[in-house]
């Protein structure tokens, strides 16, 4: 974490991309084995993900910035991604995004998929409330199938997810992020 003076004597505390992938891995991690314990699904260990925006309309409290982040992030809706086109799409100049709830929405042999859903303000680390989850931005969630019954363990893959195919202009696009 790098610190910053500002004219007033106030500290800037900059999420750096280091900290932002070690708290992604962590949460992931956590997530995981937090799940297992309550589905009969196997979790694969090969994680990807995709980003949910929690409103894509635009709104009179977002800044140009976080407009810009919004309309880049519309294209990549339901598109499965790594761990490294995640912070390629959500860490921009030591702001991430003020929350971030995850939790696995698909698992087979292969791979499991993580569904971030995001806020669509971005703060910085200062802004980041460390009190709810030491994995800042990051909640990972359950997300739980209605009409279950207390301690029964269900299938994961309860919800339909249908990816989309990540289209050569969005596979440039990932590498000019990077």
């Known amino acids: 974490m790098t610190e910053k003076v500002c004219i007033f004597g106030a500290r800037i505390l900059k999420m750096e991309k280091e900290k932002f992938l070690d708290h992604l891995n962590r949460s992931s991690e956590f997530l995981i084995d937090f799940t297992k314990e309550k589905v009969v699904n196997s979790l694969s260990k090969n994680l990807k993900y995709v980003i949910k925006v929690n409103e894509y309309s635009d709104s009179p409290h977002l800044t140009n910035y976080e407009r810009g982040i919004l309309s880049k992030l519309k294209s990549y809706r339901n598109i499965i991604l790594t761990k490294d086109d995640v912070v390629g799409l959500l860490w921009n100049d030591n702001k991430v995004p003020l929350w971030i709830n ?73 590498r000019i992020i990077k």
Not at 130 to 147: G, R, S, T, W
Request: aromatic share 8%; net charge positive.
């Open 102 to 174: 995850s939790s696995v929405i698909k698992t087979s042999p292969e791979e499991t998929i993580i569904e971030l859903t995001i806020s669509r303000r971005l703060r910085s680390e200062e802004d980041l409330n460390y009190k709810a989850d030491i994995y800042a931005p990051f909640h990972p969630l359950i997300p739980l199938p209605p009409n279950l019954e207390n301690d029964q363990k269900f299938d994961i893959n309860w919800k339909t997810f249908k990816p989309r195919k990540n289209t050569q202009l969005n596979r440039i696009i990932s």
